[in-house]
Nanobody, 115 residues
Framework: QVQLVESGGGLVQAGGSLRLSCAAS????????MGWYRQAPGRQRDLVAR???????NYADSVKGRFTISRDNAKNTVYLQMNSLKPEDTAVYYC?????????WGQGTQVTVSS
């Protein structure tokens, strides 16, 4: 069993910054990738950023240059540093971890950016 605990969401003004964290615990082995997705009301859940076991990263075009994903392997934790936030970044952000052939999702954390 694997548990994901997310933190760091909140309310911020446009232009501000937030850092999201997602800590994985339990039967952790062979993490293939860790990533962040987001879902706004009435929209589908989309990839924001992802980092693989060999530290390669990919980002949604809308966040390139503003968001940075990183990981701490010793803590099984993935971070998402979000700078220059825009109102359109408002969504519930979900952590996703791929372990072997299994996929795990966090409970989601709300990010609200006011204009």
């Amino acid at each position: 069993q694997v548990q994901l605990v997310e933190s760091g969401g909140g309310l911020v003004q446009a232009g501000g910054s937030l850092r999201l964290s997602c800590a994985a615990s339990g039967n952790i082995f062979s993490i293939k990738s860790m990533g962040w997705y987001r879902q706004a009301p009435g929209r589908q859940r989309d990839l924001v950023a992802r980092i693989t076991s060999d530290d390669s990263t990919n980002y949604a075009d809308s966040v390139k240059g503003r968001f940075t994903i990183s990981r701490d392997n010793a803590k099984n934790t993935v971070y998402l540093q979000m700078n220059s936030l825009k109102p359109e970044d408002t969504a519930v952000y979900y952590c996703k971890v791929v372990l072997g052939l299994s996929v795990y999702w966090g409970q989601g954390t709300q990010v609200t950016v006011s204009s």
